[in-house]
Structure formats: C-alpha cells, structure tokens
C-alpha cells in the first residue's frame, strides 16, 4: 500500500472511534445553505465558514465555477434537502488563473503526464501520447476574480431550474488573511427577488 493510503485508513480509523452520535445527523443540512468553492486544499470552509458536520453543503471543484455539474447540485441541495441560500466563493492566487483553455488543450494533447510551471509558463515534462480530447472540455479558467464571481453567480441565478427566491451571495476568500471579500456586483446579481 502507498504511504497515502495508510495515513488515510489510520486517519479514519482514528476518526471513526469518536464518531459518537453523528450517526444521527439529518440528511438536510441542519443550517440549510450551501457553499460552491474552490477544490484547492488551502480552503477550509468548515473554518473560515464556521461549519460543523451536518451544517452545510459544499460543493467543490477547480475555481469553485458554476459548470453544469455544480448547478446540479445546488439545485437538488435546494429541491430535495432544503437549502435556502447559497454562496459562491472563489478565492486569491487562484491555479485557474494560470492558463487558458488553448494552454490546457495544447498540454495534454502532447502528454497526459504531469506539466510544471516557471516564469515562461506551462511544460510539458512526460513523453507522449497525449489526447485531442481537451478540446471538447470548457476548462473554466480565470482572468480576474471578481468577474468570475460574478459571472457565476448570474449563471446560477439565470439558470431556469433555480428559484428566483434563493439569495445567492458571491465572494472571493483571501488565501493571505483567511477573510471573505464580498463582490458586490455578485451580491446584487444574486440578490433573491
């Protein structure tokens, strides 16, 4: 077995020993909001949105984007159990700002292997073959952060299977300060009516 994997079965065995009466939670989320973030493991919403188990759904991926997938979510977060508001929260230093689309599609066109970065940009370091397959994927970068807040959070509330009475705030978290930074054009567009 990898070093990983022993440290997260002894983790959870760990964790499973004191897991007491959470056995218990509800299914619905006992706050009844649900947050769309960043899958970068500098963010820790539990923390900075002062979850605990049973409180909240998350919903993560690479820039905390509105795609598809994230809005099915939230929508069965909403119509199944109960969420009432939600938040969309990007954040600083961002590895989404990094490239574009045309980057990512050249990348693993000429190898699936992992690339590096320095001061000239994305490399390829493994040898082929890659795969034209990227080409048919929107990989969501972003050029400034606040605009794509924004963006998402008029995606969701445009969306038809959203309803118009979920409150949907957008902000982008400070990996530097640990504090939430509203975008105010987000909370205006995402405002319930």
């Not at 760990?14 to 947050?35: C, E, H, T, W």
Request: proline share 5%.
């Amino acid at each position: 077995m990898s070093k990983i994997l022993n440290e997260v079965l002894d983790a959870n065995k760990s964790y499973a020993v004191s897991f007491g009466d959470k056995a218990n939670l509800p299914m619905p989320p006992g706050r009844q909001f649900a947050i769309l973030t960043c899958m970068d493991a500098r963010l820790d919403p539990a923390n900075f949105a002062g979850l605990a188990e049973g409180d909240a759904h998350v919903i993560r991926n690479a820039g905390g984007r509105a795609s598809d997938d994230a809005i099915r979510s939230l929508v069965i977060s909403y119509k199944l159990l109960g969420t009432r508001e939600w938040f969309v929260i990007h954040h600083t230093d961002c590895g989404m700002e990094t490239f574009t689309n045309d980057i990512m599609i050249d990348l693993l066109s000429r190898s699936l292997e992992t690339a590096t970065i320095d001061n000239s940009g994305w490399h390829d370091r493994g040898q082929g073959p890659g795969s034209p397959e990227g080409k048919y994927i929107n990989w969501l970068t972003i050029r400034n952060q606040a605009d794509s807040v924004k963006e998402d959070v008029q995606r969701i509330r445009r969306h038809p299977l959203v309803p118009q009475g979920i409150p949907i705030y957008g902000f982008i978290y400070d990996v530097k300060s640990g504090k939430l930074i509203d975008v105010p054009e987000a909370i205006a567009a995402g405002r319930a009516l």
